[in-house]
């Protein structure tokens, strides 16, 4: 079966040495989603990058659970592991701290942050 190996082993890996590494030591591909985190430490974006997974964390956290509540509440904040969520409507703000405990638990387990604690706040228009 010609072309289906060669020095590098199975098909695909032509070209490879060892550890990944192209013949000309250059390394393999990685998913950009790996290294954003390195590259956010680096550039002292952490704390945005936490921010942006938190606010695409809520919006499918409430989707699921509040679906009433879409679109009229968002994260604002978060910092020392405190959320801060912004509301249109005062109803919206009562049902958000009413399950308050139930959302954070939600929330710290699909975000690498500790977040302890929802603060609830209505926008002023």
């Known amino acids: 079966m010609s ?16 550890q990944g590494r192209g013949r000309s030591g250059q390394r393999g591909m990685e998913r ?15 704390d945005e990058m936490e921010l942006a997974a938190a606010m695409t964390a809520w919006q499918k956290i409430v989707a699921e659970r509040i679906p009433a ?7 604002v904040a978060l910092s020392q592991g405190v ?9 919206v703000a009562q049902e958000l701290r ?5 959302l954070v638990t ?13 603060q609830v706040t209505a926008r002023h228009v």
């Open 32 to 46: 950009l989603g790996d290294l954003l985190p390195d590259a956010a430490r680096s550039l002292g974006l952490e």
């Open 3 to 18: 072309g289906s190996r060669d020095e590098g082993g199975e098909r695909g890996e032509r070209g490879r040495g060892p």
């Open 106 to 118: 939600a929330l710290r387990s699909a975000v690498r942050s500790s977040v302890r604690q929802l």
């Open 83 to 91: 959320v801060t969520i912004e509301v249109d409507e005062p109803i």
């Open 98 to 102: 009413l399950r308050g405990p139930e």
């Open 69 to 75: 509540a879409v679109g009229a509440c968002r994260i």
